[in-house]
């Protein structure tokens, strides 16, 4: 008994005089794995040009439908990204993300990878969702303010998005309604008015 | 086997090419006969009876492809062929110039037998000295009265028209004739429906080669069983071959059907030039299997040169001494069906391109072993599933001399250089 | 398997026994072996083929082994024969597939990620079924061509995409006869260009994306907009006229990205005009009325449905106390599903008792069902179809391909005259056979006393081009003064559309409701300030602004076609049913749901609001609409007669 007791405090007091494996984050940083899948980077090329081209394949591949993008076509005197595509908008909701790094294996172009930054907290929803100003590789003289998600990004389930504000998109699902003047009583006209729109029984065919 | 000259008989007659020197020979004798003795029945009988095949290169018989024309619709068309565009052939062209108004009074007795007031003859864009000698000839029959409406008083209308081509080596290709002639581009048509039944505007049509018809006044002057006993069973009559490559006396000789090559390689040609031996020699144009030194004895007759796994085709006659490189030839000839390829589908358009860029790294000496399997492998790919012969011809010249010469080709894997040609050089300098 | 492959005899059915890869059916005579091969639920990759269109086998891609035929056989191109056996599923079949890939493949573009087609790309998903997975071609060598050419504002054409299947030429060709396509240079240098280099001018050239099967010619207002799995597919009816041609509603993020062509060979033959398909886009820019608003001398303000709604029973209640019931009347449009015509004219009629109704401005005296008995595949059948004017064309732009292949295909004589023209301008027409006259409605008259002038040597049928999207439906279900649902007579036959307007100037009327209005409202705008200014009452239910929602007294916001369910009647009578492919744009419910709201507070308690259930009654009430069904020609007696 005293024997085994004896074995157990040497053991601890040879590991107490061990340097400890924990560190004091976030006051002291632990580097990361090379391989580390964490927040994602949107790549440029060397000559500052965007690597994305805005084909979607990463929203393709997401297994949880957290990437959002918006292609638009290049203005050939002011290409944002070799060829005719770009992405307008890139969006990825970090708090569906599973860190799967699908997305980096499915890019054509190795535009986005997944780096090492794993500090993701915010007191606001609305600000986990990553825009392209948030993913991009800063570059010199390159503009960095931060647009705020896209009304029906990958965001529009975490935004809380009111409905009607002035400059957003004209279409609201009447589910939102804040204004409880203008939206019908529930029961009123025999609406229910938790859905978005009136589905009766019968018009439940495959669309 | 003695010599028959039939079409080539005048040939080198002075001033051949003006009608009153072409009727002092004899010339429009036969239009005069079919149009008396004649109906158009049994006309198309007659040359049915001659075993007359066609010369274009598919060597189908002429007098069944007549009788393939619907009964009751008319208008109707005939054209000449004379887009001659096969590598090595120029026996048509030889033919125009020396005798054009054989072609156009056997173009009237086809158009009598087949009851055709339109005959065309589609002449191809490079023959344009050719073009004007036939266009000159034309006016001359029509002011005689051999063209043109009441046929030497016979009651039979019909009109010639001469059609230069743009120079498209597809457009020897009937259809592909009959787009080109309605003024498309020149790309094969969907068969069926055969031109027999909707060609030219839509009408039955009938295409001829300029050898075919050159033959008309001649088997209605002395009849289709005399004809037919010229030649072998099956390949009646005589048949010009444009002879050329390595030879002493390259030319174009009229021979009869069933004459071994040899003898017309040895009498006709003055045998290989420079007194060096025969590698091989390719028969019917470019479009053709190589042949081999042992096959110099069969006889000119289609189905005998088909068994040897070969065609006589249009009649050309390619022969290659002993220093020829057959990837250097093969090259040269893919590059013209790539050249040529219409574009209209998809295995000849890229395949010819992907051959010639295989060929011309190989030739090279560019290209790996594993690639040159992808060549075989491409030109089966090609074989048999293009849109019309063009796409299939592209392979076949190929895929025989790579048979025939595997070492040759092997041989040029990885090499550098051709290493035929250093080795001849060495040979030509010693 | 052996024994079904060769039946004894076959049956005197007219039709041809075919077996593939070992199964069989019986087609009709003349079928392609890749039409067969659909009806038997097997595969052949096809690129130059295409279902409205001439064979011409040259992708070489749908290459299948034939029993007793030396050579591979295009499927497309070879009809079936009796007791033919096909075999797909060979080695050399296989073979050959990979091989025409591979040349395809060759000098393609390594574009699909900035190609605005990928993932709806014929060559892609054929590559990954059937293609060599790998190439043997160095990509240094592809021969290069000019990128993104733009056609005209609406295509672009990337002649390196292109595999040369011909289908855009051959659509010009056959399709619309306008050859504006042609193909230059030759061998693997061909090359799809305009003819001469200049613009299409063609109003049909949004179809040549559809048809396209790789990214060649994409589409100018649909680039880089989405891609196929962002999008939302819905089934609907083009909402710009009154062909009423089958569409899929493609939306990404609730905004309308596209209108594709859904094929319904008995009206659009998969066709769509550019006004068509250029007015889904639009939609999502058009301003939109989203509250409800009580205006009065006081003022504005907004308020919730319910009170809008009591508001204008309770103001339409007064107005008939004051001035009778004939003082109201009651104004739709043509662009009203047949659910919300019905509750419309059933609240005129029956809650406030107004013989004043209609949907358009014009008056149309005698009208009946054989204005619309010709339809539109039938024109096909006819031996000969006379067009009055080009305002049928210019109004349903799809019916000139429809006479285009009728004239081309079917040989049907097509006599395009101008709109007064008489017997005599007509000229000879074939003796036997049905004769098509088609007009649109500002040619009625002419058409009418034409039609009575052919009927006395030949059979003619007559097809009117209607106005809106549901123009049809409007006058069948009896949005008219002089008629009632199904063409049915009326008691006292009312005021006419623009009568009503003058008559509410005049202070003859002073209530009026009008649901819709927005579409008439514009040609009118000077005579409705007046109107506006005599009014008592003016309920308005609309989903846009106009001249009538500024001067409301109870304005109500309704949804647009893309928001709702319900049916429209096409010009030839077709049914069709559309499905809300967007949420509303606006907090209240669907018009109909307003609409049986308003005639409860008027006291008619007990009407439905459900679009389903306001169908179900109708067709009870309409026949003609219960035999139609939904996608059915709805035929009244008269014209069946006809």
Not at chain 3, 569 to 597: F, K
């Amino acid at each position: 008994m005293l024997i085994e007791i004896a074995k157990g405090m040497a053991h601890t007091l040879r590991v107490m005089l061990r340097k400890p494996i924990t560190v004091q984050w976030p006051e002291e940083q632990k580097p990361v794995a090379p391989r580390h899948r964490g927040r994602h980077i949107l790549h440029r090329y060397d000559n500052g040009m965007e690597k994305c081209i805005g084909c979607e394949l990463c929203a393709a591949a997401c297994p949880v439908g957290c990437i959002y993008v918006g292609a638009a076509e290049n203005d050939p005197a002011n290409p944002v990204s070799p060829g005719e595509r770009y992405a307008e908008r890139y969006e990825i909701n970090l708090l569906r993300c599973i860190y799967c790094g699908y997305c980096a294996e499915a890019c054509p172009t190795e535009a986005i990878t997944l780096g090492p930054r794993f500090e993701l907290a915010d007191y606001r929803k609305e600000r986990l969702v990553a825009t392209k100003e948030d993913l991009l590789e800063a570059w010199p003289n390159m503009a960095q303010s931060r647009r705020s998600p896209s009304d029906h990004g990958a965001g529009a389930d975490q935004t809380g998005r009111a409905s009607e504000v002035p400059g957003l998109s004209p279409r609201v699902a009447w589910e939102d309604g804040i204004d409880s003047s203008a939206s019908p009583r529930p029961g009123e006209y025999g609406i229910p008015s938790h859905v978005p729109r009136v589905i009766s029984p019968d018009e439940a065919e495959p669309r | 086997m003695g010599e028959h000259k039939l079409l080539t008989e005048h040939f080198g007659t002075e001033g051949l090419q003006t009608l009153a020197v072409y009727e002092r020979v004899g010339g429009y004798q036969g239009l005069r006969e079919a149009l008396s003795r004649f109906t158009p029945e049994t006309l198309i009988d007659e040359v049915k009876a001659s075993g007359l095949r066609g010369r274009g290169g598919a060597g189908f018989p002429t007098g069944t492809k007549w009788g393939f024309l619907p009964k009751d619709v008319f208008p109707r068309y005939l054209c000449c062929n004379a887009d001659e565009s096969e590598p090595g052939c120029f026996k048509d062209r030889a033919l125009i110039d020396e005798n054009p108004h054989q072609l156009i009074e056997g173009l009237l007795i086809a158009a009598y037998a087949l009851q055709v007031n339109t005959a065309f003859i589609y002449i191809r864009g490079e023959y344009h000295d050719q073009r004007l000698l036939l266009e000159r000839c034309v006016e001359e029959a029509r002011a005689a009265g051999h063209i043109g409406a009441n046929v030497l008083g016979s009651g039979f209308s019909c009109d010639v028209i001469v059609h230069g081509g743009a120079g498209a080596y597809i457009c020897g290709e009937e259809t592909a004739l009959i787009d080109s002639l309605e003024g498309y581009r020149g790309q094969p048509r969907l068969k069926p429906p055969f031109p027999a039944l909707k060609g030219l505007y839509g009408k039955p049509t009938v295409v001829n080669n300029v050898e075919t018809l050159s033959n008309l006044p001649h088997i209605v002057q002395r009849g289709g069983a005399w004809f037919k006993q010229l030649g072998t069973e099956k390949s009646a009559g005589t048949r010009l071959f444009c002879c050329s490559g390595h030879i002493n006396r390259p030319g174009t000789y009229e021979i009869a059907m069933g004459t071994p090559i040899r003898e017309l390689l040895e009498e006709e040609c003055g045998g290989i030039w420079k007194d060096r031996s025969i590698k091989a020699f390719q028969p019917g144009g470019g479009s053709m299997q190589v042949l081999l030194p042992e096959h110099l004895d069969l006889p000119l007759d289609m189905d005998a040169v088909a068994q040897a796994g070969s065609s006589l085709g249009a009649g050309a006659m390619v022969f290659m001494d002993e220093t020829t490189c057959m990837v250097n030839v093969s090259m040269r000839l893919v590059d013209f069906y790539h050249h040529e390829s219409c574009g209209k589908c998809a295995p000849c358009r890229e395949g010819t391109y992907f051959e010639s860029d295989l060929m011309h790294r190989l030739e090279a000496g560019h290209l790996t072993l594993e690639e040159l399997h992808t060549l075989a492998d491409i030109c089966d790919n090609m074989n048999g599933k293009c849109f019309c012969p063009l796409g299939d011809t592209a392979t076949w010249f190929v895929m025989s001399a790579f048979k025939a010469f595997r070492d040759e080709f092997e041989a040029h894997c990885g090499a550098g250089a051709c290493p035929v040609r250093t080795a001849s050089a060495q040979l030509v300098t010693a | 398997m052996a024994a079904d492959t060769t039946p004894p005899a076959a049956p005197e059915d007219g039709l041809v026994g075919i077996t593939i890869d070992g199964r069989t059916a019986r087609v009709a005579k003349g079928t392609l072996v890749t039409d067969a091969s659909a009806i038997l639920g097997i595969h052949i990759p096809v690129y130059c083929a295409h279902p409205k269109m001439d064979p011409v086998a040259v992708c070489r891609m749908c290459l299948v082994h034939v029993e007793k035929m030396p050579k591979l056989q295009p499927a497309c191109a070879t009809p079936v024969s009796e007791g033919m056996v096909v075999s797909t599923e060979r080695a050399d079949v296989a073979k050959t597939r990979e091989g025409v890939l591979e040349f395809l493949l060759l000098n393609h573009p390594l574009d699909c990620p900035v190609c605005d087609r990928g993932g709806e790309c014929d060559l892609q998903d054929f590559a990954f079924r059937y293609g060599p997975q790998a190439s043997r071609f160095p990509i240094t060598e592809k021969v290069h061509f000019n990128k993104a050419v733009p056609l005209s504002d609406r295509i672009e054409l990337d002649q390196e995409r292109c595999i040369l299947c011909w289908r855009c030429t051959r659509y010009y060709d056959e399709i619309t006869g306008e050859k504006e396509l042609v193909l230059q240079e030759r061998g693997v240098h061909t090359l799809v260009n305009t003819f001469e280099g200049k613009p299409l001018t063609s109003a049909f050239q949004g179809n040549l994306p559809e048809i396209c099967p790789v990214g060649a010619l994409t589409n100018r207002k649909y680039r880089f907009k989405a891609r196929p799995w962002d999008l939302q597919r819905t089934k609907g009816v083009c909402p710009t006229c009154s062909y009423g041609c089958n569409i899929n509603i493609d939306s990404r993020d609730f905004e309308i990205k596209r209108f594709a062509s859904r094929d319904n060979p008995l009206v659009d033959d998969m066709w769509l005009c550019d006004r068509g398909r250029d007015s889904g886009p639009s939609w999502n820019n058009v301003e939109r009325i989203r509250r409800p608003v009580l205006r009065d001398a006081t003022g504005s303000r907004e308020v919730s449905v319910s009170e809008a709604v009591a508001a204008a029973a309770r103001s339409l209640r007064e107005v008939r106390e004051r001035h009778g019931p004939s003082s109201i009347a009651v104004l739709g449009s043509a662009e009203n599903t047949n659910e919300e015509i019905w509750l419309l004219q059933r609240l005129a009629r029956t809650a406030l008792e107004t013989p004043h109704l209609d949907h358009q401005l014009e008056a149309f005296p005698d009208i009946g069902p054989e204005e619309h008995a010709l339809g539109i595949a039938e024109i096909e059948q006819c031996a000969a179809v006379i067009v009055l004017g080009d305002e049928p064309e210019r109004e349903a732009p799809v019916l000139t391909l429809r006479l285009f292949k009728a004239q081309t295909k079917r040989g049907v004589a097509i006599r395009r005259v101008v709109a007064q023209a008489t017997r005599s301008l007509v000229g000879e027409l074939p003796a036997e056979g049905l004769i098509g006259l088609i007009a649109d409605e500002t040619n009625r008259e002419h058409a009418t006393a034409l039609a009575g002038e052919l009927s006395r040597s030949h059979q003619v049928r007559r097809m009117t081009v209607t106005r809106g999207v549901n123009g049809r439906g409007a006058k069948d279900l009896g949005m008219l003064p002089n008629s009632g649902p199904g063409y049915t007579a009326v008691d006292q036959a009312g005021k006419a559309g623009r009568h009503i307007l003058e008559a509410s100037a005049a202070g003859l009327i002073t209530g009026l409701v009008v649901m819709g209005g927005s579409v008439w409202s514009a040609s009118v705008t000077p005579l409705l300030e007046r109107v506006a200014a005599a009014l008592e009452v003016l309920v308005v239910i609309d989903t846009r602004p106009g001249p009538l929602s500024r001067a409301a007294t109870v304005l109500i916001p309704g949804h647009a076609i893309f928001e709702k369910g319900g049916t429209v009647t096409n010009m030839e009578g077709r049914v069709q049913r559309v499905r809300p492919a967007l949420p509303p744009a606006t907090q209240t419910p669907s018009e109909t749901r307003i609409l049986s709201a308003l005639a409860a507070e008027l006291g008619a308690a007990g009407w439905p609001g459900d679009h389903l259930l306001i169908n179900r009654e109708l067709v009870t009430a309409v026949p003609a609409y219960a035999r139609a069904g939904n996608g059915g020609r709805a035929l009244f007696e008269a014209a069946v007669r006809a």
